[in-house]
């Protein structure tokens, strides 16, 4: 049962790169969304999407695409990487339904540097 | 709007001490409530919930009550372990849009 699965675990990136995190979900969850960690900072929404073709912004959209074509899948991509975008980042999805007590899963981080 | 205020961290305990780390929150209408943990380079998973006022939830020894009318929802256990060192997260969800409002995250280090 592999629940929410991001890769890569690590990235180091030039200023100016651009990458694509992955993160898969075997679930079924329709929700699903993509934080970032920083020291200090707690967790931050990126962004999010309740279904496969619907995504909207977080708190801190800036600078981060997403898509969602299918249920399982949503990449973030980072067009052009700079060092503010250094983090980890978590996906996380849990259940639709519209309920407000849903658990949600999530996967393993992947810590990104950008120099 | 809606918020959760954790203690701030860190926190450091000997084995065996009584553990609590504080959340309060502001929200409107009636949230369902939880803590996370986050062990040393993993990501976070659930580690008890509570959806309506006067529910306890509890998990590894872990309790915490929802407290509606001091909008608390404190993180308890009885006697901690080396094992529970981690970072605790407090959050509520408070629609139906599923959005958790996080707190800040609370690093607790238990020493032998």
């Known amino acids: 049962n592999a629940g929410v699965t991001q890769t890569p675990k690590f990235q180091v990136l030039k200023t100016g790169q651009s990458m694509t995190l992955q993160c898969a979900q075997d679930m079924n969850h329709e929700y699903m969304s993509w934080y970032r960690q920083d020291p200090g900072m707690g967790l931050r929404l990126i962004h999010y999407?309740?279904?496969?073709?619907?995504?909207d912004q977080g708190e801190v959209p800036n600078g981060y695409n997403v898509s969602r074509s299918t249920t399982e899948d949503f990449p973030l991509r980072l067009l052009s990487a700079a060092p503010s975008q250094t983090s980890v980042y978590f996906c996380?999805?849990?259940?639709?339904?519209?309920?407000?007590?849903?658990?949600?899963?999530f996967g393993q981080g992947t810590r990104l540097t950008v120099v | 709007g809606n918020s959760v205020t954790q203690m701030e961290g860190p926190v450091t305990l000997s084995e065996e001490a009584f553990l609590t780390i504080n959340c309060t929150y502001t929200a409107t209408g009636y949230p369902s409530l939880f803590w996370y943990v986050q062990y040393p380079g993993e990501g976070l998973q659930l580690l008890l919930k509570a959806t309506k006022a006067d529910d306890k939830g509890s998990n590894k020894g872990f309790e915490a009550t929802y407290r509606k009318e001091t909008t608390s929802f404190h993180l308890e256990k009885g006697s901690a372990q080396v094992s529970d060192s981690a970072v605790y997260f407090c959050a509520l969800n408070a629609g139906n849009n599923r959005k958790l409002i996080w707190g800040l995250g609370t690093s607790l280090a238990v020493n032998p």
């Open positions: 999407s309740v279904g496969a073709g619907i995504t």
């Open positions: 996380a999805s849990s259940y639709s339904g519209g309920q407000s007590n849903t658990e949600a899963f």
